[in-house]
């Protein structure tokens, strides 16, 4: 069970218990009150002025404030309901934290990055069901996008968008083409990979003037090994030198900025647009470097 399912649950039954609270049990409450204070200031008259409560105010305010107090069981419930009630909102609509727990990203995004997702720059979706209730603006290539993994959507993936419905991707001999015009590469010092403690190829990528950085292992050979059977699978074409594809309507494909470490789109395929979650945009916290902090592109 996903967690935004959990937390749908959860608003549910607690805004029904919050719901009751308000129609039935506060105003039972109130009437208890109202009869308590009344009593007690009966008993006060009987008692007469030489016995009576010395802290009579404080005394009614005490046995007024029992019998208004909650339960335990509607403490735990209803209470919780406005708290519960705008987490689900902000992290359904608005933004969602994500954990990176692999290096496909590296050097973007390192493992134990805390990331924030826009949930609503490409178009509001429903909980759970994922679908599209606003248009949203289109993505770009180069976004840092989470998605649900197409071949188990349970999972959340985070890759980078590569190629839009009608591209035609090549990436062969480690140098990546989109519709026919090479993506520019700026080659960069060395990258020290701490996941396979070793040194890798670095390069700045520039996909229609936005820039990133990508690693490149010489040691890897350029064609794809154990490729996947996936829907549009036949506008793929695999060869010695790597992959060709033609993304069909509807689709994007992704890849990771770690090349030869990155299961993504050159292996299960095309990321159908119901499939999208959001665009990765903040590092919030790295427990291991605090300077990770801060936006990225």
Same mark, same amino acid.
Request: with cysteine.
């Given at each position: &069970?996903?967690?935004?399912?959990?937390?749908?649950?959860?608003?549910?039954?607690?805004?029904?218990?919050?719901?009751? #609270?308000?129609?039935?049990?506060?105003?039972? +409450?109130?009437?208890?009150?109202?009869?308590?204070?009344?009593?007690?200031? +009966?008993?006060?008259?009987?008692?007469?002025?030489? /016995?009576? @409560?010395?802290?009579?105010?404080?005394?009614?305010?005490?046995? +007024? #404030?029992?019998?208004?107090?909650? !339960?335990?069981?509607?403490?735990?419930?209803?209470?919780?309901?406005?708290?519960?009630?705008?987490? /689900?909102?902000?992290?359904?609509?608005?933004?969602?934290?994500?954990?990176?727990?692999?290096?496909? &990203?590296? !050097?973007?995004?390192?493992?134990? @990055?805390?990331?924030?997702?826009?949930?609503?720059?490409?178009?509001? +979706?429903? !909980?759970?069901?994922?679908?599209?209730?606003?248009?949203?603006?289109?993505?770009?290539?180069?976004?840092?996008?989470?998605?649900?993994?197409?071949?188990?959507?349970?999972?959340?993936?985070?890759?980078?968008?590569?190629?839009?419905?009608?591209?035609?991707?090549?990436?062969?001999?480690?140098?990546?083409?989109?519709?026919?015009?090479?993506?520019?590469?700026?080659?960069?010092?060395?990258? /020290?990979?701490?996941?396979?403690?070793?040194?890798?190829?670095?390069?700045?990528? #520039?996909?229609?003037?936005?820039?990133?950085?990508?690693?490149?292992?010489?040691?890897?050979?350029?064609?794809?090994?154990?490729?996947?059977?996936?829907?549009?699978?036949?506008?793929?074409?695999?060869?010695?030198?790597?992959?060709?594809?033609?993304?069909? !309507?509807?689709?994007? /494909? &992704?890849?990771?900025?770690?090349?030869?470490?990155?299961?993504?789109?050159?292996?299960?395929?095309?990321?159908?647009?119901?499939?999208?979650?959001?665009?990765?945009?903040?590092?919030? &916290?790295?427990?291991?470097?605090?300077?990770?902090?801060?936006?990225?592109?």
């Amino acid at each position: &069970m996903n967690f935004a399912l959990i937390l749908l649950i959860l608003v549910v039954l607690t805004g029904i218990a919050w719901v009751l #609270d308000k129609l039935v049990f506060l105003p039972q +409450r109130r009437r208890a009150a109202e009869a308590a204070v009344v009593e007690f200031d +009966r008993q006060q008259e009987r008692v007469g002025e030489r /016995f009576a @409560d010395e802290n009579a105010a404080q005394t009614r305010a005490r046995l +007024r #404030d029992d019998k208004l107090r909650q !339960p335990w069981w509607l403490e735990y419930t209803a209470s919780f309901f406005p708290v519960i009630l705008a987490v /689900f909102v902000v992290r359904s609509f608005i933004i969602e934290p994500f954990k990176i727990p692999s290096g496909s &990203m590296v !050097p973007t995004l390192l493992v134990g @990055d805390f990331i924030l997702v826009n949930k609503y720059e490409y178009g509001l +979706r429903l !909980p759970i069901t994922n679908t599209k209730m606003t248009d949203g603006s289109p993505l770009k290539r180069g976004d840092v996008v989470v998605f649900r993994y197409p071949k188990d959507e349970s999972v959340d993936y985070i890759k980078r968008v590569i190629g839009l419905p009608g591209d035609t991707v090549a990436y062969e001999d480690k140098k990546l083409t989109i519709n026919g015009k090479p993506v520019p590469e700026t080659p960069l010092p060395d990258y /020290f990979d701490d996941e396979r403690i070793g040194y890798a190829k670095q390069f700045e990528e #520039d996909l229609d003037g936005r820039k990133n950085r990508i690693l490149n292992n010489p040691q890897v050979p350029p064609f794809i090994v154990g490729a996947d059977d996936f829907p549009f699978r036949d506008n793929c074409n695999y060869n010695a030198q790597g992959v060709t594809c033609k993304v069909p !309507p509807g689709n994007y /494909f &992704m890849m990771g900025d770690n090349r030869d470490n990155s299961a993504d789109s050159r292996y299960w395929g095309f990321v159908p647009d119901k499939n999208i979650v959001g665009r990765a945009f903040f590092i919030w &916290m790295n427990f291991s470097n605090l300077k990770r902090v801060g936006s990225f592109e």
